[in-house]
């Protein structure tokens, strides 16, 4: 065959590939029918879910409230099929006086943290865990040891963290500034307790706590328990009650989140902040929502409160890729 013949042949090849693909992509280069669309975006949720190196960060000073907070963190990891990782922060005011006590505080934090390692792996199914020490500010060195993770869990006596008063009243705004969603262990609560709850708020970032606590219901088993009450304005002024709409708006987006969902609805005479509280008394766990930054948004002074006066677990999310990807919460 000639070559000018191939070149020719070669290009009414090309030129009707590229019509075709033209073609089936439509006018303006993506997907032509709805069903591929829906395929493509079903697929890159999927994507997005299936995450291979999710991790939990735990902060640990082998204190109670810190052991209980790894007991916690190693129990929702084997069920998730996901890691560990135990973080041990050295305090960076108590170095620099002498090399002989920086000397003597590393080694002390490396024995803590390698007998809290034992421990960990002795227990019956647990997963990978792996532990480290860093030095910093405690709050700042644990959120920045959490940049990459899914979760940050910090046991926490009920006026202060485990390491007392170097969170000071810092534990509210770790919580905001984290990067990831951050669950909060008190040192002793019921083992027994039933029932995610959440606030029936769907402004402010509280839609994302409600998915977040309609997955968690599901993969659990257990019910969802939606909480409206007061705000504490509305609560002062006693302005138009907007509890019934608010609970109806929040149970309609649960079930859209997954129609399997099993809810459970209450009206509270009470401010939002003790409506949780009395709430987290016999809930497994207590999901709440990251401040926004709305004038009128009082989830950080409801969030304060709540910690303030913890007895159950509880769990501080936002726009996470937690939240994102469903890979901390589970699909069932």
């Not at 109670?64 to 960076?92: C, F, K, M, N, Q």
């Not at 009450?229 to 609560?235: D, K």
């Not at 003790?274 to 008394?281: E, M, P, R, V």
Request: with cysteine.
């Amino acid at each position: 065959m000639p070559l000018e013949s191939f070149a020719l042949g070669q290009v009414f090849v090309c030129s009707v590939f590229y019509v075709l693909q033209a073609y089936r992509e439509g006018p303006s280069g993506g997907p032509k029918t709805l069903r591929q669309r829906a395929a493509r975006a079903h697929a890159r949720r999927e994507r997005r879910r299936v995450r291979v190196s999710a991790t939990i960060v735990v902060g640990t000073d082998a204190s109670g409230p810190s052991r209980a907070a790894s007991d916690w963190a190693i129990a929702r990891a084997a069920s998730l099929d996901t890691s560990v990782e135990l973080v041990h922060v050295i305090d960076e005011r108590w170095l620099g006086l002498q090399d002989a006590q920086d000397s003597e505080v590393r080694d002390h934090a490396a024995a803590l943290l390698a007998a809290e390692l034992t421990r960990i792996r002795m227990l019956p199914s647990a997963p990978v865990v792996t532990g480290r020490v860093v030095i910093g500010l405690p709050s700042k060195a644990l959120m920045d040891a959490s940049v990459d993770a899914d979760l940050l869990v910090i046991g926490t006596h009920k006026t202060g963290f485990t390491y007392g008063r170097a969170f000071g009243s810092k534990f509210a705004s770790l919580a905001s500034q984290s990067r990831c969603a951050v669950a909060f262990l008190p040192e002793i609560f019921g083992r027994t307790r039933r029932g995610v709850a959440v606030a029936a708020d769907t402004l402010n970032g509280g839609l994302h706590a409600i998915e977040f606590a309609t997955a968690e219901a599901v993969r659990t088993g257990q019910d969802l328990a939606i909480i409206a009450a007061w705000e504490s304005e509305s609560f002062n002024r006693r302005r138009s009650d907007g509890r019934a709409v608010s609970l109806a708006t929040a149970t309609t987006a649960a079930r859209n989140f997954d129609a399997r969902v099993s809810v459970r609805t209450r009206i509270s005479d009470s401010v939002m902040s003790d409506a949780l509280i009395t709430a987290s008394t016999t809930a497994s766990v207590l999901v709440l929502a990251k401040p926004g930054t709305a004038p009128d948004d009082q989830t950080l002074a409801t969030n304060h409160d709540v910690l303030a006066n913890i007895s159950s677990p509880v769990i501080i999310v936002g726009v996470t890729r937690a939240v994102a990807s469903g890979s901390l919460v589970g699909r069932p």
